[in-house]
């Protein structure tokens, strides 16, 4: 089974843009979940994707959004882009059951200049 | 709100010298407790998922134990290719939860 993908896998914006990253789940995943690493903070999420409907959402500002579509693959968005965007923009996908184990693509590393 | 409390933050350990990872929980009711370990610049890797305390999980040199407040990651005669970052998150019970993860252990194996 091909694993987790994302694209790109590194982006460099400057503030005040916005950006789009993409994810595509494991075959037969229909969770899909984000998250921002940074050195400082470790992984933060943002929010999670079930189905075509956003079931849960992390503390972040409403520059951060996302959406799923019907084949489970999803997108994030960040609009008027800060320098403290700059992170690994990581995905996860799981089988949204009671497994609830999730697995991770390799990233998107975003820098802001 | 659920707490992941790893230590230490940083271990440095010959070949061969065996160890323990802590992860310190709190969460009102466990769903699972996950151990992933990460390489620079790259995606969490998945090791183990846990559910009930007493509960020990092993894959090659490494072995996963759960209690009721804490997990451990034990690690067995390292090699310099276990050098990573792990890390320890939860989730809880009730509803569409979210997954909290702790800020990691570096680990650096010398050869």
């Known amino acids: 089974k091909a694993g987790v993908t994302q694209t790109p896998r590194y982006l460099i914006k400057t503030r005040g843009q916005q950006v789009t990253l993409s994810c595509s789940p494991i075959?037969?995943?229909?969770?899909v979940s984000w998250y921002q690493q940074t050195p400082g903070q470790g992984l933060q999420f943002l929010f999670e994707y079930f189905s075509e409907t956003q079931r849960n959402k992390g503390n972040f500002p409403g520059r951060f959004s996302g959406r799923q579509f019907s084949n489970s693959r999803s997108e994030m968005n960040v609009s008027t882009l800060e320098l403290g965007d700059s992170a690994l923009y990581l995905c996860a996908s799981s089988d949204g059951g009671n497994t609830d184990t999730q697995y991770f693509g390799p990233g998107t590393r975003l820098t802001v200049l | 709100e659920d707490q992941v409390t790893q230590s230490p933050e940083a271990l440095r350990l010959q070949e061969g010298e065996s160890s323990s990872l802590n992860c310190s929980y709190t969460?009102?009711?466990?769903?699972?407790l996950f151990w992933y370990r990460q390489d620079p610049g790259k995606g969490p890797e998945f090791l183990f998922t846990?559910?009930?305390a007493g509960e020990e999980k092993e894959k090659e040199r490494l072995k996963a134990t759960l209690t009721k407040k804490e997990s451990f990651l034990h690690i067995t005669a390292p090699k310099p290719e276990d050098s990573a970052t792990y890390l320890c998150a939860v989730k809880r019970t009730g509803g569409y939860q979210k997954v909290t993860f702790g800020t990691g252990t570096k680990l650096q194996v010398i050869p």
């Open positions: 075959s037969g995943h229909r969770s």
């Open positions: 969460v009102s009711g466990l769903r699972g």
């Open positions: 846990l559910y009930s």
